[in-house]
């Protein structure tokens, strides 16, 4: 079935980075953009950016340009999603989703089960 | 960036209820909305995609309508299992920006 799989929970400090990884299956991995999604506790969705799995090209959320890269494998169908500097304000879940693109129809129609990333000191 | 502001915020209704969600972007978006749900603990869930088309699986008690900068969601006959949080998603402008969400309850 289609799926999305991402890596587990992390507890980090405040400067440290971290990174969260995404697999696919279920489909063809190039063949759709992933997007990156974060929930903080109790609060609503916010876009962080996108990569084309295939070509490696990403357009960031200019709130986190410069602390985020997103960097796809396409040998291990894997796409990652790395932030530095963490903050106590980057406590979230993170979330990859699948764009499907439909005519003029662009959503996240598969997403993954979410990575709880907890900064504290 | 778009700003997207949905109401209200959260709402009770009675089972069998007919409810309706709105959402106003800050700009002319077009039909280029989404609608997803998310229930507790769970990944958001794609509804509606441009507006107003049914994703595949999802029940057509779900309706979504307008276009331009005011949008409606609806929920035709609330069940138990409706009970969730809604979002608004727009995609014509970079940032991708979601609504705030409104939280749905059984009164």
């Not at chain 2, 009675?14 to 039909?31: F, N």
């Not at chain 2, 909305?33 to 595949?56: C, D, M, R, T, V």
């Not at chain 2, 979504?64 to 609330?78: A, D, K, N, Q, V």
């Not at chain 2, 299992?81 to 991708?96: F, L, M, V």
Request: proline fraction near 5%; aromatic fraction near 10%; charge should be positive.
């Amino acid at each position: 079935q289609v799926q999305l799989v991402q890596s587990g929970a992390e507890l980090k400090k405040p400067g440290a980075s971290v990174k969260v990884s995404c697999k696919p299956s279920g489909y063809t991995f190039i063949h759709y953009d992933v997007n990156w999604v974060r929930q903080a506790p109790g609060q609503g969705l916010e876009w962080m950016g996108w990569i084309n799995p295939n070509t490696g090209k990403t357009r960031y959320g200019q709130k986190f340009q410069g602390r985020v890269t997103f960097t796809s494998n396409t040998s291990a169908t894997t796409v990652y999603m790395e932030l530095s500097s963490l903050k106590d304000e980057d406590t979230a879940v993170y979330y990859c989703a699948r764009d499907m693109v439909r005519g003029v129809s662009s959503a996240f129609d598969v997403w993954g089960q979410g990575t709880l990333i907890t900064v504290s000191p | 960036d778009i700003q997207m502001t949905q109401s209200p915020s959260s709402l009770s209704a009675s089972v069998g209820d007919r409810v309706t969600i709105t959402c106003q972007a800050s700009e002319d978006i077009s039909k280029y909305l989404n609608w997803y749900q998310q229930k507790p603990g769970k990944a958001p869930k794609l509804l509606i995609h441009a507006a107003s088309n049914l994703e595949s699986g999802v029940p057509p008690k779900f309706i979504g309508s307008g276009s331009g900068t005011h949008f409606t969601f609806t929920i035709t006959s609330l069940q138990p299992e409706d009970i969730a949080t809604y979002y608004c998603q727009q995609y014509d402008h970079y940032p991708r920006s979601f609504g705030q969400g409104t939280k749905l309850e059984i009164k």
